[in-house]
């Protein structure tokens, strides 16, 4: 059974850091590219990250530039989010996504994303 779980998210202070893991099941990881998405109560969702099945192309939403870092251990099944720096803005539901994609290309909107995780809360507030 296909399955994406993401863990790591909780309150923070604005300046602080999480790390997001996004755990997959059910499918051939290293075929697969992972886009990271975020949804603030009454906004629209928005692409954060994205790393294609290797890691060789990497995408940062620009809000999210030099303070986020993506990675993926394909190993472990697991990709990452490491969120540095975080401001009240970033407070969201983030959510992982799989998009088959046995090349390096690297889909980049959510359309693109056929399996999705549940989501996990990631609120920033003093």
Known sequence: QLQLVES?????????????SCAVSGLALDYYAIGWFRQAPG???????????RGGRINYADSVKGRFTVSR????????????????????????????SPS??????????????QGTQVTVSS
Do not use: H
């Not at 906004?43 to 099945?53: A, N, T």
């Not at 472990?76 to 009240?88: I, Q």
């Open 8 to 20: 790591g998210g909780g309150l923070v202070q604005p300046g602080g850091s999480l790390r997001l």
């Open 43 to 53: 906004k629209e969702r928005e692409g954060v990250s994205f790393i294609s099945r």
């Open 73 to 100: 251990d394909n190993a472990k099944n697991t990709v990452y989010l490491r969120m540095n720096n975080l401001k009240p803005e970033d407070t969201a539901v983030y959510y992982c996504a799989a998009a088959y």
């Open 104 to 117: 390096e290309y690297l889909p980049w909107t959510a359309r693109e994303y056929a399996y999705w995780g």
